[in-house]
């Protein structure tokens, strides 16, 4: 898909994000572990959370759709999940995938994940190394690649992980495991990622104890039970587009309904302050158990900063979007210890840079980072730029380009069906042209 975006002179009005990927990508899996009825509101019905939907259904997990995000998980024997039929295509996500291995471990039978041609080239010897620790077998393409093969079962009752890495994907991968097999575990992370798994945990009753990065969960022989009604808030990650957006273009004004503050997923928020952003947090309340605000962004006049260490995995996904902002800085930015970025749907250190310059970013590159000096004051009428089917290079490029050119043309942007469907409605009804 081509998208073609005039130029924007400001941002005014309201918008209400789609809901939280990471979440709704969780919320589905609880929902297949929970032994009650469960309503859940406001699941994300976009690519990604789509395909951990239909690979839970290979694992015998039925859900009905009652109407648009709003599905009824039954109370029937049909929740124990077991060995899939068939092979699971995880397609573009890694959350599916990663989490989904976690869970197979702890599965008497063979798993096979499979994934398209961005996911089978991201790594995953990260998981296959402490769930292999943990007992289950796995068999992978060489240098730790997808397909995974699992064969899972019963698991060592307790398990002590020190991870290398701040992820998320890998985190949530052994607690769920330990959630359906039954053991203990303890994790410590070298700085906190997103907590989303054990929030659920902890709001399912669960015996977990988690902050600062260590998490100490021991799972009984008992069942799982969540709350009958489970609501899922706006996803921060798709708000900031339009929160950088408004920041970059002159008298913008915008408002963003009950956006999720989680703390592990508003590192960026700390760096615009920084950078001397003008936004207000409204309406702070909790939704399930997760905190939540509404946000007032206004135009600013921002300055560089430098960006490292640990709020990195708290703002992984916004880093692309925060180079896009930094063009607009007063000074240079300096983007740090961030060599995850090369490892996600695409590598988003270089193929930002690459397509960023074509609009006149003054930008270096290095293995874990880049530092943004300014931008040239070209002003081409139009510019063509690839977004790699990677939907937050999509996101973050139509925010440079409709800022900055007058015609803006981005192949490959129907990525955004992967966390974001009506990206480019919303920015289409927000923008002034
Ligand atoms: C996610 C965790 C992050 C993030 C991804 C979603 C999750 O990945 O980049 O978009 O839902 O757990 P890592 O945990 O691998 O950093």
């Known amino acids: 898909m081509i998208i073609n975006l005039p130029k ?161 994907q890998l985190k949530s991968a052994i607690l769920l495991a330990v959630a359906n097999g039954g053991m203990a575990v303890e994790i410590n992370e070298p700085a906190v990622s997103r907590d989303h798994t054990e929030r659920l945990l902890a709001l399912a009753g669960e015996n977990i104890k988690y902050g600062l990065g260590k998490i100490i969960y021991q799972k009984d022989q008992s069942d799982l039970y969540l709350p009958d009604l489970l609501e899922i808030p706006g996803d921060f990650s798709s708000a900031a587009y339009f929160i950088g957006l408004a920041l970059i273009l002159s008298k913008s004004e915008i408002i963003i309904k009950e956006v999720g503050i989680n703390p592990t997923r508003t590192g960026l928020l700390e760096i615009l302050d920084n950078m001397n952003a003008k936004i207000e947090i409204l309406n702070r309340h909790q939704l399930g158990n997760e905190p939540v605000a509404d946000l007032k962004i206004n135009y600013s006049q921002l300055k560089g900063t430098v960006i490292s260490g640990s709020v990195i995995p708290r703002m992984i996904d916004e880093l692309p979007l925060l180079a896009v902002i930094a063009g607009f800085a007063e000074g240079k930015t300096i983007i740090k210890d961030a060599a995850e970025l090369k490892v996600k749907e695409t590598d988003r250190i270089e193929m930002l840079a690459l397509e960023l310059r074509k609009l006149g970013y003054q930008i270096s590159t290095n293995w874990d980072g880049m530092t943004i000096y300014g931008r040239e004051n070209i002003k081409p009428n139009e510019v063509r730029l690839d977004c790699y089917q990677d939907h937050r290079l999509a996101m973050a490029l139509a925010v440079a380009g409709t800022a900055l050119t007058k015609k803006i043309i981005l192949k490959n942007a129907d990525s955004v069906n992967i966390s974001y469907p009506d990206f480019f409605r919303d920015l289409r009804n927000l923008a002034i042209f």
């Open 8 to 168: 924007a002179k400001s941002l005014k009005g309201i918008l209400s994000p789609p809901a939280d990927k990471s979440i709704s990508h969780r919320a589905l899996i609880f929902a297949a572990l929970a032994k009650n009825e469960i309503i859940i509101n406001n699941i994300l019905e976009a690519e990604d959370c789509l395909t951990t939907l239909e690979a839970l259904n290979k694992f015998g997990f039925k859900i009905g759709r009652l109407s648009t995000g709003r599905y009824l998980a039954k109370k029937l024997d049909n929740k124990i999940i077991s060995e899939p039929q068939n092979i699971i295509d995880c397609k573009n996500s890694g959350t599916t995938m990663r989490l989904l291995a976690g869970l197979a471990s702890s599965i008497a039978g063979l798993t096979i994940l499979t994934g398209d041609d961005s996911l089978r080239n991201r790594p995953m010897q990260r998981i296959i190394d402490p769930l292999t620790k943990m007992g289950a077998e796995i068999f992978s393409r060489s240098d730790g690649l997808a397909p995974l093969a699992i064969r899972g079962g019963e698991l060592q009752k307790n398990f002590y992980f020190s991870p290398q890495i701040a992820s998320a």
